[in-house]
């Protein structure tokens, strides 16, 4: 399978989403802030200071600069995420430090369950 990215419409300038999945482990340096949300599948990954464990629901939260490392699978990944601007983020937010990964049932992370699209 590999790693694949459907793009998804979005309205907002600057805004980027994507359905993304994956059957192989994956490492990144992230540029932008992102929330991505687990669709289907479970990993283990680390963001170089603690070991995460996620499955669907879960939300991964990201800001530029931050470290993604799967370091195991139990099968295919899917993932739908959504990246935004840091211009814009931090001008409307200011210099903002999130968790890594919120569990499926967080309500911090409520308004990005009720926005899915299939």
Do not use: N
Not at 77 to 87: E, V
Not at 93 to 98: E, H, N, Q, S, Y
């Amino acid at each position: 399978m590999a790693i694949h990215g459907e793009p998804l419409a979005v309205s907002v300038p600057g805004l980027h989403a994507v359905r993304w999945w994956s059957d192989e482990r994956y490492a990144a340096t992230k540029e932008r802030h992102v929330v991505a949300r687990v669709e289907a599948g479970r990993a283990e990954w680390s963001d170089g200071a603690q070991v995460w464990r996620c499955g669907p629901g879960s939300l991964h939260l990201k800001q530029p600069g931050d470290v993604h490392r799967d370091l195991s699978r139990d099968g295919p990944i899917t993932y739908q995420i959504i990246t935004f601007p840091t211009d814009t983020v931090e001008r409307l937010a200011g210099k903002i430090r999130v968790p890594a990964q919120l569990a499926a049932g967080d309500a911090r992370g409520g308004a990005f369950h009720h926005c899915t699209t299939r």
